[in-house]
């Protein structure tokens, strides 16, 4: 998980114009950088820790005050999504000719369809409470 109030998310390389201005322009308000995470690797043995490792992941963001998760989900990362009933948001494909030689480093990868996918974490809080009890 990496904060974009310094950095470049990796997934930006995919878009054409800045991740702040994309979900400005989706969510018709200023998003500030410093309020979006960039989520990379997520790992889990099955269905039931995939859905319970996002919902807490959603529960600490909105802890932290953020407002948007973006990352660059696989079909089988849309599917634990589509699974929870969390909407997200599709915004472009990740291709992989914009890594140029690098791109063979991913291995199968690319054959999984990655997108470029925002979740609002507000949004996503609503439904993970439906789902699982957290305390603070």
């Known amino acids: 998980m990496q904060h974009l109030n310094q950095f470049n998310a990796f997934l930006e390389q995919y878009l054409d114009e800045p991740i702040e201005n994309i979900l400005g322009k989706l969510s018709q308000t200023t998003v500030s950088r410093d309020k979006v995470v960039e989520i990379g690797n997520?790992?889990?043995?099955?269905?039931?820790?995939?859905?319970?490792?996002?919902a807490f992941l959603v529960f600490h963001l909105s802890q932290q005050h953020i407002e948007w998760a973006v990352c660059t989900g696989t079909t089988a990362v849309r599917y634990v999504l589509q699974q929870m009933g969390l909407r997200f948001h599709v915004l472009e494909k990740a291709d992989p000719q914009v890594l140029g030689d690098a791109q063979h480093l991913w291995g199968s990868y690319y054959q999984q369809k990655p997108y470029v996918l925002a979740i609002d974490v507000a949004e996503a809080l609503q439904v993970a409470r439906q789902l699982y009890q957290f305390s603070h």
């Open 42 to 54: 997520l790992a889990a043995l099955d269905m039931d820790k995939a859905k319970l490792m996002v």
